[in-house]
């Protein structure tokens, strides 16, 4: 993977578009994109800001949940990962974490299913007795359409249950064993502030996360428990592949102001600050936007 400056013209800090045209049915895989997702493992230094915490990461096997496991790692926490059955890339981020100096769990499964949320909260806590960190992140976003009708009952149903109602179920079996100090950290997307009708099942989510983040934060805070969200704009990610069609991604995030989409590496910075009190302890209920200059308000 080329070098980029990191601490120059923001711009220029990632691939640009145009890209190779691809494409892939959901879900995507990292190994099979061109280029290959950045997700910070010759770029992403430590400080020890997360050390001896335990984190659980649902959809850590790629895009923005890889690079969000490989900093906590590198942050001295000990890493879950949840994932659906890409077990390939749950292996290599595995590998990562662990090549860090830190444990890696894998927890395969499909989160849409009440009884695997409950499987992934009752597993973390019967081998390291609490959660520290919760972060929603995994999602399902179904190909584009062209007409409100081609969202077909079935799909919408999915997306809701993989994208909102699972992060419900999670917490609820999570906060019983989150000690004070603790925080959740969920995902939502500028498509909660600026939909596209192409992938409205998904972007309604995102537009309830936000709602479910806020409300949240405000009954949690009592138990000591912090909730935030991050907004990511455009990032290349499987979800991006398998979700557009070959020509749309070979411009992909062109039209934001950055001219370019996230590489997931520049997402993670922001689930560091969030999860670590020592930086954020008067932080709870804000949606943190990442989106390369695109407005949300």
Same mark, same amino acid.
């Given at each position: 993977?080329?070098? +980029?400056?990191?601490?120059?013209?923001?711009?220029?800090?990632?691939?640009?578009?145009?890209?190779?045209?691809?494409?892939?049915?959901?879900?995507?895989?990292?190994?099979?994109?061109?280029?290959?997702?950045?997700?910070?493992?010759?770029?992403?230094?430590?400080?020890?800001?997360?050390?001896?915490?335990?984190?659980?990461?649902?959809?850590?096997?790629?895009?923005?949940?890889?690079? %969000?496991?490989?900093?906590?790692?590198?942050?001295?926490?000990?890493?879950?990962?949840?994932?659906?059955?890409?077990?390939?890339?749950?292996?290599?981020?595995?590998?990562?974490?662990?090549?860090?100096?830190?444990?890696?769990?894998?927890?395969?499964?499909?989160?849409?299913?009440?009884?695997?949320?409950?499987?992934?909260?009752?597993?973390?806590?019967?081998?390291?007795?609490?959660?520290?960190?919760?972060?929603?992140?995994?999602?399902?976003?179904?190909?584009?359409?062209?007409?409100?009708?081609?969202?077909?009952?079935?799909?919408?149903?999915?997306?809701?249950?993989?994208?909102?109602?699972?992060?419900?179920?999670?917490?609820? +079996?999570?906060?019983?064993?989150?000690?004070?100090?603790?925080?959740?950290?969920?995902?939502?997307?500028?498509?909660?502030?600026?939909?596209?009708?192409?992938?409205?099942?998904?972007?309604?989510?995102?537009?309830?996360?936000?709602?479910?983040?806020?409300?949240?934060?405000?009954?949690?805070?009592?138990?000591?428990?912090?909730?935030?969200?991050?907004?990511?704009?455009?990032?290349?990610?499987?979800?991006?592949?398998?979700?557009?069609?070959?020509?749309?991604?070979?411009?992909?995030?062109?039209?934001?102001?950055?001219?370019?989409?996230?590489?997931?590496?520049?997402?993670?910075?922001?689930? %560091?600050?969030?999860?670590?009190?020592?930086?954020?302890? +008067?932080?709870?209920?804000?949606?943190?936007?990442?989106?390369?200059?695109?407005?949300?308000?």
């Amino acid at each position: 993977m080329p070098k +980029y400056d990191l601490t120059g013209d923001p711009m220029k800090a990632g691939p640009q578009p145009a890209f190779k045209p691809q494409e892939q049915d959901s879900p995507g895989f990292e190994s099979k994109m061109d280029p290959i997702p950045d997700y910070g493992l010759d770029s992403y230094k430590g400080t020890g800001k997360l050390q001896d915490k335990i984190a659980v990461i649902t959809g850590g096997d790629s895009g923005i949940g890889r690079a %969000v496991a490989l900093a906590y790692a590198r942050e001295g926490a000990t890493v879950v990962i949840s994932y659906l059955n890409e077990h390939d890339d749950a292996k290599e981020i595995q590998k990562a974490v662990e090549d860090s100096g830190q444990q890696c769990l894998l927890i395969p499964g499909d989160i849409s299913e009440e009884a695997q949320c409950k499987h992934i909260i009752d597993t973390v806590v019967g081998k390291f007795k609490r959660i520290d960190i919760l972060v929603n992140n995994a999602a399902y976003q179904g190909k584009q359409v062209e007409d409100i009708t081609e969202l077909d009952h079935k799909r919408v149903e999915y997306t809701f249950k993989t994208n909102i109602i699972s992060m419900f179920d999670l917490v609820r +079996y999570a906060v019983p064993h989150m000690p004070k100090g603790s925080a959740i950290i969920n995902v939502a997307s500028i498509q909660a502030y600026d939909p596209s009708a192409e992938i409205l099942d998904y972007a309604t989510t995102k537009a309830a996360i936000v709602g479910f983040t806020k409300g949240l934060a405000d009954k949690l805070l009592e138990k000591g428990i912090r909730v935030n969200a991050v907004a990511p704009g455009p990032v290349w990610t499987p979800l991006v592949v398998a979700s557009f069609p070959k020509s749309k991604n070979a411009t992909f995030g062109s039209n934001y102001p950055i001219k370019r989409p996230a590489q997931p590496r520049e997402l993670a910075p922001a689930f %560091v600050f969030l999860a670590a009190g020592t930086d954020s302890s +008067y932080v709870s209920g804000e949606i943190l936007a990442v989106t390369g200059g695109k407005q949300t308000a």
